[in-house]
């Protein structure tokens, strides 16, 4: 045993496998490396190229031995050191948003959740009050939560903060509609249409800043070939 379950204690390890689907026949190239109780296949690998697929998750607790997989890929697979940690991820990221925006002002939708927080306060701590906020209120959010986020963001942490009452817009144009993708894309082009005119009155913005993830981004649009969209962002 070894590779991906080099690290494993169990004689025969139990994982979650909650997917419907499997595969029949492993990639060329491929191995097959770990089957179930029932003769799926549950992980392939190609030792050459140092690649691995699992049908299972690893991360849950369900899978008790699931860590010592990731531990294998990680640190004897790939290499990595296990050196990082959340204070060398902000330094990093404070010296790369310097080295990008060098003297430039940034403009930062805000919306006081924890994406668009998170990088408004890399930007703040980067650049200071050359970062300018706009927090749009769209009239959906819970009762007091727009002046929660101005007296925090733009109060307490001192941020450039622009609020933007477009309450009634919002509304207006979601009268009626009752399809969630409609409603999202609605909201998603009026925001912009909000956030553009508020960034007009911004003098030398150079840089757009957005507190996306990846997953926002995969739901949103098909990265490669003909997959389905999920969900739309904005």
């Known amino acids: 045993r070894g590779g991906l379950f080099a690290?494993?204690?169990a004689p025969l390890p139990q994982v979650w496998m909650s997917h419907g689907d499997h595969v029949a026949e492993p990639a060329p190239g491929f191995q097959v490396v770990a089957r179930s109780a029932d003769g799926i296949i549950a992980a392939?690998?190609?030792?050459?190229?140092?690649?691995y697929g699992v049908q299972f998750h690893p991360e849950v607790v369900h899978s008790p031995e699931g860590g010592r997989m990731l531990a294998a890929f990680l640190h004897d697979i790939a290499g990595l050191a296990g050196d990082w940690t959340p204070a060398s991820f902000i330094e990093d990221a404070i010296a790369r948003i310097r080295a990008q925006v060098g003297e430039g002002r940034?403009?930062?939708?805000?919306?006081?959740?924890v994406d668009s927080a998170v990088a408004a306060a890399l930007?703040?701590?980067?650049?200071?009050?050359?970062?300018?906020?706009?927090?749009?209120?769209?009239?959906?959010?819970r009762q007091g939560e727009a002046r929660q986020v101005v007296d925090t963001f733009g109060g307490r942490?001192?941020?450039?903060?622009r609020f933007v009452d477009a309450a009634d817009r919002f509304l207006d144009a979601l009268d009626g509609v009752t399809d969630p993708e409609a409603k999202r894309k609605i909201i998603g082009r009026v925001f912009v249409e909000v956030f553009e005119e508020e960034a007009r009155g911004i003098e030398d913005a150079r840089f757009l800043a957005q507190g996306t993830l990846y997953p926002d981004v995969i739901e949103s649009v098909s990265v490669r070939g003909?997959?389905?969209?999920?969900k739309s962002h904005h």
């Open 7 to 9: 690290r494993v204690e």
């Open 44 to 51: 392939v690998a190609d030792e050459e190229r140092r690649l």
């Open 106 to 113: 940034v403009i930062c939708g805000l919306s006081g959740g």
């Open 123 to 141: 930007l703040h701590a980067a650049i200071g009050d050359r970062l300018t906020c706009v927090f749009v209120d769209n009239g959906l959010l």
């Open 157 to 161: 942490f001192g941020y450039d903060l």
């Open 226 to 230: 003909p997959a389905a969209v999920i």
